[in-house]
Nanobody, 114 residues
Framework: QVHLVESGGGLVQPGGSLRLSCAAS????????MRWYRQTTGEERELVAHIFSDGSSKIYADSVKGRFTVSRDNAKNTVYLQMNSLKPEDTAVYYC???????WGQGTQVTVSS
C-alpha cells in the first residue's frame, strides 16, 4: 500500500526556516520524480519544487527560487523541502506528490507570522 506522509510544518516568524519531510512507503522515491505543492484557501495548488529521478535536476517556482531547496534521502525513502527566509506569503498547506504515479500526501500546514 502506498503512503506519502508529510511532516515538519508549523508556525514560524518571517525570516525563519522550516524543513518539511515526505516519507514514502509502497514505492521507491529514487526511481521517480517527486514534487512539492502548496495551496491556500480558495486558490489552486501551486507547484513549488520538482526533483527529477536522477536526484540532481530540480525546478523551482520563481516565488521560492534561492530560498527553498528540494532534496532526497534514498536510504530513508524520503523527500525534503528546506525552506529559508520564509515570508508571510509562504503560508499554505504543503503537499508531497509523486506525479508519475498520482500519489499525494495529506498535507502539512506552514504558517509564517509574527
Amino acid at each position: 500500500q502506498v503512503h506519502l506522509v508529510e511532516s515538519g510544518g508549523g508556525l514560524v516568524q518571517p525570516g525563519g526556516s522550516l524543513r518539511l519531510s515526505c516519507a514514502a512507503s509502497g514505492f521507491t522515491v529514487r526511481f521517480t520524480a517527486m514534487r512539492w505543492y502548496r495551496q491556500t484557501t480558495g486558490e489552486e495548488r501551486e507547484l513549488v519544487a520538482h526533483i527529477f529521478s536522477d536526484g540532481s535536476s530540480k525546478i523551482y517556482a520563481d516565488s521560492v527560487k534561492g530560498r527553498f531547496t528540494v532534496s532526497r534521502d534514498n536510504a530513508k525513502n524520503t523527500v525534503y523541502l528546506q525552506m529559508n527566509s520564509l515570508k508571510p506569503e509562504d503560508t499554505a498547506v504543503y503537499y508531497c506528490n509523486a506525479p508519475l504515479n498520482g500519489y499525494w500526501g495529506q498535507g502539512t500546514q506552514v504558517t509564517v507570522s509574527s
